[in-house]
């Protein structure tokens, strides 16, 4: 007779479940239109902008080797780095306001893994059928028909991660001359890689890992929870209608809850989970199972919005969720600061200049008993047309500016360095004296920069 086993042992528990992928069924309906609206309209942007011409040339191009940024009549250089800090607030803040407002709005409509996301599941549904036909497909043996479905998906799904890959170099590198050189396979080392990377990346994100990414990689799935209230809305199923769950017969009257448990709001689901538990945070708040929830209502003639936009706090009216503190404290920050980038873009004069001092010599005595200190001066012209610049100096006196030429000429977005010499009298001073080096536009006299810099003599 064996020996009992022992039942004190502990159990072995696995930690580690395999990826099971996902079949998301196609649904149609108000936010399902409204996904699609976002899809077209931001894919359209996307592959769009950079094809616009403004002023003879792309009118969105992030020149790097230039050192120079077009966005449409606006060309921004290094320096004004602020300005795009400034945008990154603004893109920080809004995402904390429309969280806070409505969830994971941002995860839903417009993220770029959801959109291009939807984009390949889409040629997927073309080539290998509906949720149950790719299901049934994957579980056959490997047939002629097999294959060639596979092959035709994935050549779908190649070719555009290609086409992807050009239209975000296009923004780097001039879109145009970028496409002429992909089709006749011309392209640069530089080009060729970024081109396959960024291929690449959006074949894996879009293509393979899909749902992974939001649930296991992506950060804001993690933190959401600490920007949200009572009052965000949220999508929810409504237990004390849906439950007890059950299937049954028409005009049955058998005392069971609105869900009539078909798994339909699961099947749709992209990231595979049952908004019946509760909120997850794998939920992207697509809404697809509101659709195919309020599509069964209506064919068990049941009140639509068993699964709905909804509060923690029940529902509330507009008015109840928009004037909150948090809301109100974040649509005022917002409005401060879009309003105060128009501005500042607005009064941006399109001129820098930089000056530094000749550290060789920190002045000299000339013959006629004034002083000389050397500066160069780095004027970067950042308007559409090329301006002749004068450079004078002022803050002390009999001072003037000597340099090998009286006008400095820069092209348009164009930088350009000089040597000049800036010559003051200063009978009994010494040490050093704030001076301010101007530089004026001889055919905009509005086109003016002020640097202040120091002069020395000696002591």
Known sequence: MSAPADISAPAETALYAAHQKVYSREVS??????????????LGLFYGASWLRWDGRQAVLWDLPGRKFH???????????????????????????????????????????????????????????NRSQQMKLDRGRWTWNKVGRKLAKQSLWIVFSLFTGVAFVGYFSPIRALMHGFVRAQLGGWELFWVIFYSFATYGNAGFLREQLCKYMCPYARFQSAMFDKRTLIIAYDAERGEPRGARRHNETKALGDCIDCTLCVQVCPTGIDIRKGLQYECIACAACIDVCDEVMKKIDRPLGLVRYTTSSGDLSARQRLLRPRIVLYATALTLLIAGFFWVVSQRIPLNVDVIRDRNTLSRELADGRTENVYSVRIINKDSRAHAFTVSAIGLDQISVDADSPTQWVDAESVKSAVIRVRAAGAGLSGAHDIHIVTT???????????????????
Request: net charge positive; glycine share 6%.
């Open 29 to 42: 309906g108000r936010f399902a239109r409204l996904r699609l609206l976002a899809v077209f309209g931001l």
């Open 71 to 129: 966005i449409f009549g606006l060309t921004f250089f290094p320096q004004d780095f602020i300005l795009l800090t400034w945008l990154l607030v603004i893109a920080a803040l809004s995402l904390f306001f429309f969280t806070a407002l409505a969830g994971r709005l941002w995860c839903g409509y417009a993220c770029p893994q959801t959109v291009w996301t939807q984009i390949y599941v889409w040629m997927e549904r073309i080539t290998e059928g």
């Open 441 to 459: 536009a001889v055919d905009a006299p509005a086109l003016r920069r002020e640097v202040d810099a120091r002069f020395f003599y000696r002591r």
